[in-house]
């Protein structure tokens, strides 16, 4: 096993795959899906917009990077109403994150990673009255960066929808290949 897969393993990710990040499509459609506010935290963090910038400014932000390998977590759930397994699932979802960022910082000092629903790290978020306490851990949003996350996971090859009763969260960690491929080509043995 090399270290990129025991990272992954001991993270929690169900399922990886990469993508270049010059082919990941940004779009103000989703964008205006984050306006609406469904998530409720549209305007109340960094993480999120509008505090992230444009749709353009997010896609330079990734595509300073050559790849994102894109992670999914993946929840059972008792049924499809089970509110108190989705947010279960979306809390073991964001220690995945944290643990995926702890690992890679041992390798790596320039990376980026994104997140279904955005940051978590504090509380109550400073925006817009104050810095970020800890921009180096806040995590964006896939969504809020204007990436369908369907079409992401499509192009990582791994599976948007994992069967009925199931909820499943995406990251993405995008960075230089030279990292991946160090990554990749340790055992971890």
């Avoid at 505090?51 to 790849?67: F, L, S, W």
Wanted: contains cysteine.
């Amino acid at each position: 096993m090399n270290v990129l897969q025991q990272i992954m393993t001991e993270s929690g990710v169900f399922q990886y795959g990469f993508v270049d990040t010059g082919k990941i499509r940004f779009t103000q459609e989703v964008r205006k899906m984050c306006e609406v506010n469904t998530c409720r935290q549209y305007g109340k963090t960094w993480a999120c917009p509008p505090a992230i910038g444009t749709v353009e400014e997010c896609q330079a932000r990734v595509q300073q990077y050559d790849k994102m390998l894109v992670f999914s977590v993946k929840c059972d759930l008792e049924d499809s109403f089970d509110f108190e397994g989705m947010t279960a699932g979306g809390e073991k979802f964001k220690e995945t994150c944290r643990k995926i960022h702890q690992a890679v910082s041992r390798y790596a000092n320039d990376y980026l990673i994104l997140a279904n629903e955005g940051c978590d790290k504090c509380k109550e978020c400073t925006y817009p009255d104050a810095p970020c306490r800890f921009p180096e851990q806040s995590r964006g949003s896939l969504e809020g960066y204007g990436i369908f996350v369907s079409e992401l996971a499509k192009q990582a090859g791994i599976n948007y929808i994992n069967g009925a009763n199931t909820v499943t969260y995406f990251g993405g960690l995008a960075c230089n290949c030279g990292i991946f491929a160090q990554l990749e080509g340790t055992s971890a043995d």
